[in-house]
């Protein structure tokens, strides 16, 4: 079996990243190396690499145990210990019996190779418009999984047969070797070379798995996203993932949405946030001016003396909330434009203006103009 590499060195991140840059890192390689994307050789090897790091590091008690044991700490030899002062802890091992096990082999004689076993979890990322993140939709997603061979059932005989106890181990999926420890000659264990751990010769192989029971395929399901689902949420598909293995149940889907940015709104949860150009003219008199809302154009009285960054809201004209009821409020902020041209009555109009409130502006007009005068 191959040795485990890093995870820190899998994802190209160092040991001091924040969960964020992890997964940031772990999004970008999976959707690099996924299957569906990149038919190149060995891809489908690095996205199941990326996978098995993300699953240290992207669980913080796994990647606590990693960080403290290494990669032994994933495998049972010196992980899951108390400490000192804990259950029966010994410093900063696990026990006498984690100590020992990593000589002996652990408790595999205490796992079934024949039991059950859920299969893996998948991450599909599904890009959303910013409208669509507000008001949901219904879509047909299509991926590749590790799928159950309909032709042999899972079992990885061919059919009219079944697979036999291995003649090696017995059933137990390990056999004892004796290996040179510092503490002398000893028994230990490791994985049946015949049935490589399952317990289980195949003599007549399905002659479409090749006798492996599952196989990768196309598979296409049906999401109906919510509205109000935002940027990093995920939703879960029960039974979506890969085959299980020894009649166990199919893993989960996990979608990861990310949404697009809207050019003219701001989001925070189920609020959103617009700026509204007004005029000079009608921030002092006042005025009725339409704006944008996700749910369509309404009307928004400005009062007489607006300031410009006074902000209005406009209630349930936000988005759904995701884990509630109703809809977030819209919160519009006004901006006072100034106007860049003026033509000759608009000039004539603000030095009325400006003379019948005692003032007197000279930025009228050109230099030569003004040193003239």
Known sequence: MAEQRDPYEVLGVSKDA?????????????????????????????????????????????????????????????????????????????????????????????????????????????????????FGKKTTIDYTREAQCATCNGSGAKPGT????????????????????????????????????????????CETCHGVGHLRQKHAVEVNVPAGVEEGNQMRLQGQGEAGKNGGPYGDLYIIFTVEPSKIYQRDGADIYLDQNISFVQASLGDEVEVKTVHGKVSLTIPAGTQTNTTFRLRGKGAPRLHGKGNGDERVTVKVVTPTKLNKKQKEALHAFAAASGEKPTGDGSFFDRFKK
Do not use: W
């Open 162 to 205: 079944s697979p036999k106890t291995c003649s090696k181990c017995g059933g137990r999926g390990y056999v004892s070797v004796q290996r040179q420890t510092p503490l002398g000659r000893v028994m230990t264990q490791q994985e049946c070379d015949v049935c490589h751990g399952t317990g289980k010769e195949i003599t007549d192989k």
């Open 18 to 134: 924040s969960a964020d840059e992890i997964k940031k890192a772990y999004r970008k390689l999976s959707k690099k190396y996924h299957p569906d994307l990149n038919h190149d050789e060995g891809a489908e090897e690095k996205f199941k690499e990326v996978n098995e790091a993300y699953d240290i590091l992207g669980d913080e008690q796994k990647k606590a145990q990693y960080d403290q044991y290494g990669s032994m700490g994933q495998d049972g030899g010196f992980g899951g210990g108390q400490g000192f002062g804990g259950q029966g802890g010994f410093g900063d091992f696990g026990g006498f019996e984690d100590i020992f096990g990593s000589f002996f082999g652990g408790n595999r004689a205490q796992q079934n190779p024949n039991a059950p076993r859920q299969g893996r979890d998948l991450q599909y990322e599904m890009h959303l418009t910013f409208e669509e993140a507000i």
